[in-house]
């Protein structure tokens, strides 16, 4: 019915003065407006008679064609060349219309109960990873349960960095990491970043009076530094601010470990440091760091004395990385909280009351540190550490000192699936670590599974054990040698950095 009126309209206005071909194609475009969402209704299920009322007008609109073509090939008046011109155009125009009718008309029925597609294919992101200028947003939460078969008083598992707290759901740690490396190439030499730390791993990081003058200033701050690349050779990078201890093989964030609970020399050597840290690659396979900080954990500075250290990374080879460390100062508080209520005599910083230790102690700590990590083949992996500390609490005393070493070994089963071991020993016989003369050792099992990129489990067991009464039973006052915990840690992280964080 619709097809017959505009047939009509085009007839009574086909005069040689008029131009109907513009007319035309407003009529023409009026009706692919039309019949293209009735082209497009008749894929839908049970659409039959529709689609072939589409059919049909399509057959009369190729029959138009077919005369409009052999009309204007015939006109040869005065106006014959502009007619022609625009005759020609509608017929294209309508011959295009009606290929993409047909295309919708011959689609075949058993699209019509196709399941529409996705709009998308690629789901969005659900927290921003990445931000304009090379920025990068990263996300962790680190949780576990642990049963302690000592069943301690105070549910306290002995000499542990983070996994502190026996038979409770706990929370290890929350991060928000935020990053932007510096990157020559782009022609931006500068760069910073900030770790934000919530969980139990704070109070054993820098949220410690043992560690701080001010500890709730700095509690949530793991890390934060400004980063700037010098042109000088191969490039002097230097960081200025608090950055984590490049000392011993293990680090902060679980999901880069290769066991869930830490070693003893991970909690015995320096957590993090703040100053100066300049870096250089002498060749493609050395790179020298040095340090110029406050101290070991020391955000603000407890003695005036400023530290230094010098780290050596070696990669012989593509698969062995070997470092080679030496760090020394003064470790020793030379000031302490003042706890009279009067007011102190000498300007201080809000929440800082200090006084002087007399006699200062003037002791150097010195620490020698080395380790290596050899990717043996796609599965297997190994890594040691040997360290030697010697410390005094004044220059003419006598030494405290401790030597351990650990090796670990890890085997990849599948690509969601590895064992690992660790094995450790440290001999502490001036108690510089434990606060008791004693030898240690432990061994820990883990397996770990990666459900997703993003998300991984740990179960693993570990056995403390000392040439001493030393852990804590469910005794008051009983301890005994030795201490075992099994452990299920879950790890989710997320965002633009890769690597390890």
Same mark, same amino acid.
């Given at each position: 019915?619709?097809?017959?009126?505009?047939?009509?309209?085009?007839?009574?206005?086909?005069?040689?003065?008029?131009?109907?071909?513009?007319?035309?194609?407003?009529?023409?475009?009026?009706?692919?407006?039309?019949?293209?969402?009735?082209?497009?209704?008749?894929?839908?299920?049970?659409?039959?008679?529709?689609?072939?009322?589409?059919?049909?007008?399509?057959?009369?609109?190729?029959?138009?064609?077919?005369?409009?073509?052999?009309?204007?090939?015939?006109?040869?008046?005065?106006?014959?060349?502009?007619?022609?011109?625009?005759?020609?155009?509608?017929?294209?125009?309508?011959?295009?219309?009606?290929?993409?009718?047909?295309?919708?008309?011959?689609?075949?029925?058993?699209?019509?109960?196709?399941?529409?597609?996705?709009?998308?294919?690629?789901?969005?992101?659900?927290?921003?990873?990445?931000?304009?200028?090379?920025?990068?947003?990263?996300?962790?939460?680190?949780?576990?349960?642990?049963?302690?078969?000592?069943?301690?008083?105070?549910?306290?598992?002995?000499?542990?960095?983070?996994?502190?707290?026996?038979?409770?759901?706990?929370?290890?740690?929350?991060?928000?990491?935020?990053?932007?490396?510096?990157?020559?190439?782009?022609?931006?030499?500068?760069?910073?970043?900030?770790?934000?730390?919530?969980?139990?791993?704070?109070?054993?990081?820098?949220?410690?009076?043992?560690?701080?003058?001010?500890?709730?200033?700095?509690?949530?701050?793991?890390?934060?530094?400004?980063?700037?690349?010098?042109?000088?050779?191969?490039?002097?990078?230097?960081?200025?601010?608090?950055?984590?201890?490049?000392?011993?093989?293990?680090?902060?964030?679980?999901?880069?470990?290769?066991?869930?609970?830490?070693?003893?020399?991970?909690?015995?050597?320096?957590?993090?440091?703040?100053?100066?840290?300049?870096?250089?690659?002498?060749?493609?396979?050395?790179?020298?760091?040095?340090?110029?900080?406050?101290?070991?954990?020391?955000?603000?500075?407890?003695?005036?004395?400023?530290?230094?250290?010098?780290?050596?990374?070696?990669?012989?080879?593509?698969?062995?990385?070997?470092?080679?460390?030496?760090?020394?100062?003064?470790?020793?508080?030379?000031?302490?909280?003042?706890? #009279?209520?009067?007011?102190?005599?000498?300007?201080? %910083? $809000? +929440?800082?009351?200090?006084?002087?230790?007399?006699? =200062?102690?003037? &002791?150097?700590?010195?620490?020698?540190?080395?380790?290596?990590?050899?990717?043996?083949?796609?599965?297997?992996?190994?890594?040691?550490?040997?360290?030697?500390?010697?410390?005094?609490?004044?220059?003419?005393?006598?030494?405290?000192?401790?030597?351990?070493?650990?090796?670990?070994?890890?085997?990849?089963?599948?690509?969601?699936?590895?064992?690992?071991?660790?094995?450790?020993?440290?001999?502490?016989?001036?108690?510089?670590?434990?606060?008791?003369?004693?030898?240690?050792?432990?061994?820990?099992?883990?397996?770990?599974?990666?459900?997703?990129?993003?998300?991984?489990?740990?179960?693993?067991?570990?056995?403390?054990? #000392?040439?001493?009464?030393?852990?804590?039973?469910? %005794? $008051? +006052?009983?301890?005994?040698?030795?201490?075992?915990? =099994?452990?299920? &840690?879950?790890?989710?992280?997320?965002?633009?950095?890769?690597?390890?964080?």
């Amino acid at each position: 019915m619709v097809v017959m009126k505009i047939r009509e309209v085009t007839s009574e206005h086909r005069s040689p003065g008029f131009h109907w071909p513009w007319l035309y194609r407003a009529v023409i475009g009026s009706l692919c407006l039309i019949l293209i969402p009735v082209g497009a209704k008749a894929q839908s299920p049970n659409t039959s008679q529709e689609v072939e009322q589409l059919r049909q007008t399509v057959q009369l609109l190729e029959a138009r064609v077919a005369a409009l073509e052999t009309e204007v090939n015939g006109h040869k008046t005065g106006t014959a060349a502009a007619t022609n011109a625009e005759g020609t155009e509608t017929a294209a125009s309508l011959s295009t219309a009606v290929a993409a009718l047909r295309t919708q008309g011959d689609a075949p029925a058993a699209s019509s109960t196709s399941p529409v597609p996705p709009a998308s294919s690629t789901a969005s992101a659900p927290l921003p990873g990445t931000l304009p200028g090379g920025i990068t947003l990263n996300y962790l939460f680190d949780g576990y349960y642990e049963y302690n078969y000592n069943h301690p008083i105070g549910q306290v598992n002995e000499l542990r960095a983070y996994d502190v707290s026996s038979n409770s759901f706990s929370i290890n740690q929350a991060d928000v990491v935020i990053d932007m490396e510096p990157d020559v190439t782009a022609k931006r030499r500068y760069g910073a970043r900030l770790d934000l730390m919530f969980g139990q791993a704070t109070e054993t990081l820098q949220g410690s009076a043992a560690n701080e003058l001010r500890p709730q200033v700095w509690r949530n701050v793991f890390q934060a530094y400004g980063s700037y690349i010098f042109p000088a050779g191969t490039g002097l990078r230097v960081d200025f601010g608090k950055f984590a201890s490049a000392l011993g093989a293990e680090g902060n964030y679980t999901k880069d470990q290769i066991n869930y609970t830490r070693s003893y020399l991970f909690n015995f050597l320096p957590f993090y440091h703040m100053g100066f840290r300049a870096s250089y690659d002498v060749t493609p396979k050395v790179n020298v760091t040095g340090w110029l900080v406050n101290g070991t954990e020391q955000t603000e500075d407890f003695n005036g004395f400023k530290s230094i250290g010098l780290i050596t990374t070696l990669k012989p080879t593509s698969s062995l990385t070997w470092n080679v460390n030496y760090y020394t100062g003064q470790e020793q508080r030379a000031v302490v909280a003042n706890t #009279s209520t009067a007011v102190p005599p000498i300007p201080i %910083q $809000p +929440g800082q009351p200090l006084e002087n230790v007399s006699p =200062t102690p003037n &002791g150097r700590e010195h620490i020698f540190d080395t380790y290596a990590t050899w990717n043996i083949n796609q599965r297997w992996t190994a890594a040691g550490e040997a360290d030697y500390l010697i410390s005094r609490v004044y220059s003419e005393g006598p030494p405290s000192h401790a030597d351990a070493g650990a090796v670990y070994l890890k085997y990849q089963w599948t690509p969601k699936l590895y064992l690992a071991a660790r094995s450790e020993y440290v001999a502490d016989p001036n108690g510089f670590f434990s606060t008791a003369s004693q030898d240690l050792k432990e061994g820990t099992a883990t397996l770990q599974y990666q459900f997703s990129d993003g998300f991984a489990t740990y179960l693993e067991y570990r056995r403390d054990w #000392s040439n001493r009464n030393f852990f804590l039973t469910s %005794q $008051p +006052g009983v301890l005994i040698g030795h201490q075992d915990t =099994t452990a299920l &840690g879950m790890v989710w992280w997320y965002g633009g950095k890769q690597g390890s964080w």
